[in-house]
């Protein structure tokens, strides 16, 4: 089983809708896990972490399930703006790296 | 906002040529990696460094790559005789403990081996 696994989408949604990405994970010492986002050709940029609570910042909000051991983002009113790749992140226990998801493409339409 | 800073953006070198790829961490932090990303896959982990040695490194890194921290503000990567398959964008990041609260990225090294 891949270490992160997300879907790859794409995702094509209309302007203010609310969409939804999940991502599993295979390490369940894993302590912290993060959301990137990254648009065409360039580097990731870290849009929220994930703790054990979860985590809200405005139209995102990002929950983590350790049972099932998966965390999502969703992302409410969703902008133009927010088309780009959604990029899981979770370290391993020895949090030396953090190994990223293949992505989920997000496109927005008007 | 401090950032990650790498140079050159963009460099195109010869097949078995060596190749220097260079990184500027942000300044307290303490940990740093190099990741890169083929055209149209994923971000995949080479190396993480820390206290002037690398920490962890996956398999893509064999014994072509290095790094060095020559100074107390470069971290460098090196591939000593590049291959077709090492083309591929190279982002350097930078972390204060461990990736616990994310890692910064910088805007990457676009290498085109001919």
């Known amino acids: 089983r891949k270490e992160v696994e997300q879907d790859p989408g794409p995702f094509n949604v209309p302007e203010g809708a609310t969409v939804a990405f999940n991502c599993t994970y295979s390490n369940s010492a894993s302590q912290s896990f993060f959301w990137y986002r990254q648009d065409c050709r360039k580097e990731p940029k870290l849009l929220m972490s994930v703790y054990s609570s979860g985590n809200e910042d405005g139209r995102f909000t990002a929950q983590l399930n350790r049972a099932s051991q998966y965390i999502s983002l969703l992302i409410r009113d969703s902008k133009l703006s927010d088309s780009a790749t959604y990029l899981c992140v979770g370290p391993y226990s020895s949090a030396s790296k953090i190994i990223f998801g293949s992505g989920t493409r997000l496109s927005i339409r008007p | 906002e401090p950032e990650v800073t790498q140079t050159p953006s963009h460099q195109v070198t010869q097949m078995g040529q060596e190749v220097i790829l260079r990184c500027v961490p942000i300044?307290?932090?303490?940990?740093f990696y190099w990741y890169r990303q083929i055209l149209g896959q994923k971000v995949e982990f080479l190396v993480s460094?820390?206290?002037?040695?690398?920490?962890?490194k996956s398999e893509i890194f064999d014994d072509q790559f290095s790094v060095e921290r020559p100074d107390g503000s470069n971290f460098t990567l090196k591939i000593r005789s590049t291959k077709l398959e090492d083309s591929a964008m190279y982002f350097c990041?930078?972390?204060?403990?461990?990736?616990?609260?994310?890692?910064?990225f910088g805007s990457g090294t676009r290498l085109t081996v001919v």
């Open positions: 300044s307290n932090h303490l940990y």
């Open positions: 990041a930078s972390s204060e403990a461990s990736g616990r609260y994310g890692y910064t």
């Open positions: 460094f820390y206290n002037n040695e690398i920490s962890e």
